[in-house]
Every structure is written in C-alpha cells, then in structure tokens.
C-alpha cells in the first residue's frame, strides 16, 4: 500500500466555522507534511512531523493547527479561516532517513473554499 | 538548498520523447536532483532523482551534464497521461537540520502533450 488518504476531498467552510482535514498512511512513514497549494501555483510547505512531532513550522498562522495523533494520521485543525485561505491542501509522507534517498508520497489533496 | 531553473511550459506529440530541461548552475558537490510531477487535480508525485550518473527507472530516465549544472528529464515515449507540471528540485544530502524537512518546489515546467 503506497499511498496517501486525504479526506474530505472538498470542503466548503464558513469563517466562524471549525473544521478539519485528516490524512492517513500506512507505510510506516515517520515524516509526514503538510503542503498548502494556490492556484496555478507550486505547493508550499506548512508543517513537517517526524516522528509524531512537530519539527518545522513555516510561520503558519495560528488559525490552522496541525496534530498527529500515531504515526499512521495528520490532521490539520482550520478555525476563523479567512477567504485567501481557499486553496489545495496536501498532505504527504516520507520515511525519515534524512535528505539522500527519501521519496515523498502525496494524497490527492483537499480543496478547501472558505466563504 | 541550490535553486531550479526551468523553461515554464513546453509542448509535444503523443508518442514522441520529449526532453525537460533543468538547469542549475550554483548546485553543490553533495546536491541530488529529484524530480516530481504533478498531474491536473492530484498531488504532485515521485519520478526520478541522481546524484551524478544517468538514472532510469519504469518512469523516465534522467540524464545529468558531466559539469552537474544543469540535468534533463527524459520521457522516452509520451502519452496524453504525462501532461503535467515536472518539478526539478535540489536536495542537499548534507541538509543539517536533522530529521525530515519538506521538499521546495520551484515554478516547474508545464508540459503539454498535443493528440
């Protein structure tokens, strides 16, 4: 089993509103990624957990809150999100073995609209 | 890591080999050259990296200049599938941070494939 699982695939959520994304792997991945994606442009990282912690944090803003729960699942919590919030969310994993011969594996996203 | 340059989109025929181009002229003795792609409403996906010799595998083939500044991505025999943005990206197998860290994509070429 190769791959990534996103859910939902779209999410249509208010700004007042409480929502999350989940993503699952069970490739014995211990890195997993969060990637957010505008359109027609490339993705940009988020977040980055290896090990089921919180390594890197690209100074995203506090209205989105990511956890792994187990090595298997990501979830990134979304809470008074604004209308430029409105993008693809990617989730993805890798074994942690550093830079030389890691593959990145992605889920097919979620495509959020914020309203 | 050492940055990516590539054309912004490039155009072909079905069933024909088709040459994706990366240069990067500032790359370090210790930088791998992966690439990626991202097929229209998915997430982008692995195909291929090296380090200093040409590379193939079930995907593409990659081919690295002798001067590493610059590495071609080799699709032997297109089809209307392969269309897609290719991400060239370089990763310092050095990279100090300790542990997993995401990948940075550039702009990418935007790859048509013509009927």
């Known amino acids: 089993d190769t791959e990534v699982t996103q859910t939902p695939k779209h999410l249509v959520m208010g700004m007042t509103n409480k929502k999350s994304l989940k993503c699952e792997q069970h490739m014995g991945h211990r890195a ?3 990637y957010k994606q505008k359109a027609k442009k490339p993705p940009e990282l988020m977040f980055v957990y290896s090990y089921e912690k919180l390594s890197i944090n690209e100074s995203v803003p506090s209205r989105f809150s990511p956890e792994c729960p187990n090595s298997s699942l990501l979830n ?5 999100l604004q209308p430029e919030d409105s993008a693809l969310y990617l989730c993805a994993s890798s074994q942690d073995q550093g830079r030389t011969n890691t593959e990145a594996f992605f889920g097919q996203g979620t495509r959020l609209t914020v309203v | 890591d050492a940055k990516t340059t590539q054309p912004n989109s490039m155009e072909s025929n079905e069933e024909e ?5 990366c240069n990067h002229s ?5 930088d791998y050259i992966h690439w990626y792609r991202q097929l229209p409403s998915q997430g982008p996906e692995y195909v291929i990296h090296g380090l ?3 590379v193939n595998n079930r995907m593409a ?7 590493r500044k610059s590495s071609t991505l080799i699709l032997h025999r297109a089809t209307l599938r392969d269309a897609a943005v290719y991400y060239c990206i370089l990763r310092d197998r050095l990279y ?10 550039g702009k990418g070429t935007h790859l048509i494939i013509q009927p």
């Open chain 2, 96 to 105: 100090s941070g300790g542990g997993a860290d995401g990948l940075t994509f």
């Open chain 2, 26 to 30: 500032t790359i370090s003795g210790t």
């Open chain 2, 52 to 54: 200093t010799s040409n």
């Open chain 1, 32 to 34: 997993m990624y969060w």
């Open chain 2, 17 to 21: 080999p088709v040459h994706l181009p």
């Open chain 1, 76 to 80: 990134l919590h979304l809470h008074a």
């Open chain 2, 61 to 67: 083939s990659l081919a690295i200049a002798e001067d």
